[in-house]
């Protein structure tokens, strides 16, 4: 069920799910589990492979640009999030939440100077 869903869905509700799941991350206070945390994780992961496999990458757009939803939550393992955050721009060329974005990267950057 679970699967049909992701594959049935339209694009505009995909993107939606996907974007509540990283507002709602950002809104979670305390700590996730490492179990959540992973399953959250193998769900990105499993949308940006089905995207980059796509014919038409461009039909998952909206999906993939809602990743930045999910970085600015800081709740993610920096350096895999940094990674995501490179191919889904890689991909689709902009991300939803720009503006948090940037300010997530002008910290993570102090945390973690090259």
Known sequence: MFVDFWQKASEALRAHALAFVGRALKQTG???TEEIM???????????ATAKEAEQPTEFEKEIAAFGWWFTSAKLDVGWALDQLSS???LV???????LVLEHLAETSIKYPL
């Open 93 to 99: 060329h902009r991300t939803e939440s720009m503006h």
């Open 38 to 48: 992973e399953r959250l994780k193998q769900l990105w992961e499993w949308h940006l």
């Open 88 to 90: 889904s721009l890689q």
């Open 30 to 32: 305390g700590n996730i």
